[in-house]
């Protein structure tokens, strides 16, 4: 449909800012982000990381703030995400940041991959 969409995991969107920073190279990732449509950043929370990626992290989704849209997704809920970023005064505004005027969508159902491997399992019996 002609959107441009951005898709990483919370990870390795991180060392991929850590990379551009230590090569200099910020500014253009920060001009080539903000023109994708969507960005999605998945799987926050399954790994903690440092200071430095915790506020590169902030000031990259920040930016498209009230601009462009942004997923994110977690297995956290928001009162654990201080175990991510280790800091609750950017916890609390990588939270208030996304969250103001969004849709946030609660899924709290049991894992479609674990179905289907029980499901795969009974097939095969």
């Not at 959107?3 to 390795?12: A, E, Q």
């Not at 280790?86 to 996304?98: E, S, Y």
Request: net charge positive; charged share 30%; hydrophobic share 35%.
């Amino acid at each position: 449909m002609g959107y441009k969409v951005y898709f990483s995991t919370v990870p390795l969107l991180i060392n991929e800012l850590k990379e551009c920073r230590s090569e200099k190279r910020l500014r253009s990732f920060e001009k080539k982000f903000e023109k994708y449509d969507l960005v999605i950043a998945d799987e926050l929370g399954y790994i903690s990381f440092d200071k430095e990626g915790s506020e590169l992290l902030f000031t990259y989704l920040s930016l498209r703030a009230k601009r462009k849209s942004t997923m994110i997704t977690s297995n956290l809920s928001f009162d654990r995400w201080s175990e991510v970023f280790k800091n609750p005064v950017l916890t609390a505004a990588m939270i208030d940041r996304p969250t103001h005027n969004s849709y946030v969508i609660n899924m709290n159902d049991n894992s479609y991959r674990l179905k289907e491997t029980k499901d795969w399992i009974q097939k095969q019996d």
